[in-house]
């Protein structure tokens, strides 16, 4: 009797351990099948940034390229997009409904600093891999998250290239700057700031605006009277040509130099009736006309898939944001958990897409720190000014102002 009580004890731990197990197993699998991976993504489809949307497009193309190629290690990508209309309370309840629902097991791109930072945490702590926020926040690898992999540049960074060959190489004295009023335009703000601090100098005139604004007028005539000779813009695609509208009608003409976020050319040209012309500015993926095998390859994907999206960056961006993250699925294999995963990510060394090289590792978390300039001559017309540009300014100096800067505000 001893014996028996023996086994059905030792049964029902065997029994309590393998529900368990199993349910660690499903936990670390979630949105993953012998047949399929989940992956998600935000993206303003409406709202003031609804511009941007078209990056959360562009990686349902890319997907459903790599899907008909066979997908990955047996796999098939099922593609979750959710519209936030740039709103921080809405990304959240996307975000929960996309993991808690759909099962999602990764998230590729979401635009914005203040979206991104809304479930930046929520991810963390339920171990959801996130690849190549589409921000140039600090944010995302200061402090360093397990999970989170970034390789947008850095809006401190491009903001001190731009500010160095303004003065460096076009002779510009006075700079200032028309900045959002949030950490994306505070980290271009901060970048430019160390960068003119480097060289003796410092801003003419800093003006900023909020998301909301529809009026600039006002900031227009404080950068005129800053007699500035280039100016810096962070904004979305709908204030930036604000700002050119309003300068032009006061007569004020100063070297424009803008932002990555505003690096869509044509689509720029267009809805600034013109004035994006000359404009200087960063940008972070090949110019869409590129001839590379991959330009050539993604081009023909989006005329098969997507015939009536605009290939510009913005459209693009959706390939190159996922790129790291369908490599990494490739080197995971058949073998896919959040673990393995990251280390696949962390095994990721000079990778090449459409980008800069991306280089990641276990202390690493911001894949790149590099963008080009262009300028533009037209809406189809541009002269590339440099090629890849690696910042030098101390990420650590521009991370502690911005931070002091959010403190003073709460």
């Given at each position: 009797m001893l014996q028996?009580?023996?086994?059905?004890?030792?049964?029902?731990?065997?029994?309590?351990?393998?529900?368990?197990?199993?349910?660690?197993?499903?936990?670390?699998?979630?949105?993953?099948?012998?047949?399929?991976?989940?992956?998600g993504q935000w993206g303003p489809q409406t709202g003031p940034a609804a511009l941007w949307?078209?990056?959360?497009?562009?990686?349902?193309?890319?997907?459903?390229?790599?899907?008909?190629?066979?997908?990955?290690?047996?796999?098939?990508?099922?593609?979750?997009?959710?519209?936030?209309?740039y709103q921080p309370a809405k990304t959240v309840a996307a975000v929960k409904e996309m993991v808690e629902n759909e099962g999602v097991f990764a998230f590729v791109g979401g635009v914005g600093t203040a979206t991104g930072m809304a479930v930046r945490d929520?991810?963390?702590?339920?171990?959801?891999?996130?690849?190549?926020?589409?921000?140039?926040s600090t944010h995302w690898a200061w402090p360093q998250s397990k999970y989170l992999f970034s390789g947008f540049p850095l809006y401190c960074d491009e903001a001190a290239i731009l500010v160095d060959y303004a003065v460096n190489t076009l002779g510009k004295k006075k700079i200032a700057i028309f900045y959002q009023n949030d950490d994306y335009g505070l980290g271009?703000?901060?970048?430019?700031?160390?960068?003119?601090?480097?060289?003796?100098?410092?801003?003419?005139?800093?003006?900023?605006?909020?998301?909301?604004?529809?009026?600039?007028?006002?900031?227009a005539l404080r950068l005129k009277q800053s007699g500035a000779d280039a100016v810096l813009i962070y904004a979305t695609p709908k204030h930036a040509p604000m700002i050119l509208a309003e300068s032009a009608k006061i007569g004020f003409e100063p070297q424009w130099m803008s932002s990555n976020t505003l690096s869509d050319m044509p689509l720029m040209y267009k809805i600034s009736g013109g004035a994006w012309k000359d404009m200087i500015?960063?940008?972070?993926?090949?110019?869409p006309d590129s001839d590379s095998p991959l330009m050539q390859k993604y081009r023909a994907a989006q005329q098969k898939y997507m015939p009536d999206e605009s290939w510009g960056v913005f459209f693009l961006a959706g390939f190159l944001f996922a790129e790291p993250a369908v490599e990494a699925l490739k080197r995971s294999g058949k073998d896919l958990t959040p673990e393995s995963f990251v280390a696949a990510m962390e095994s990721l060394k000079d990778f090449k897409g459409i980008g800069p090289s991306l280089t990641f590792g276990p202390d690493v978390r911001q894949g790149s720190r590099s963008v080009y300039l262009v300028r533009c001559i037209s809406g189809t017309e541009y002269e590339k000014l440099t090629d890849w540009v690696t910042?030098?300014?101390?990420?650590?100096?521009?991370?502690?102002?911005?931070?002091?800067?959010?403190?003073?505000?709460?």
């Open positions: 028996k009580k023996k086994l059905m004890l030792a049964a029902v731990m065997f029994a309590g351990l393998a529900m368990t197990l199993s349910g660690c197993a499903e936990k670390r699998a979630r949105g993953v099948t012998d047949t399929e991976v989940v992956i949307g078209a990056i959360a497009r562009g990686t349902q193309c890319y997907f459903d390229m790599i899907n008909d190629e066979g997908g990955i290690a047996g796999r098939k990508i099922r593609y979750v997009m959710r519209d936030d209309a929520y991810l963390d702590e339920n171990q959801v891999p996130w690849v190549f926020p589409a921000s140039g271009g703000y901060y970048g430019a700031q160390l960068q003119l601090e480097s060289l003796g100098m410092e801003f003419v005139e800093a003006v900023s605006f909020e998301i909301m604004d529809s009026d600039v007028s006002s900031q500015f960063a940008n972070f993926a090949e110019m910042s030098t300014i101390d990420v650590d100096e521009a991370v502690r102002r911005l931070r002091g800067e959010k403190a003073a505000a709460e």
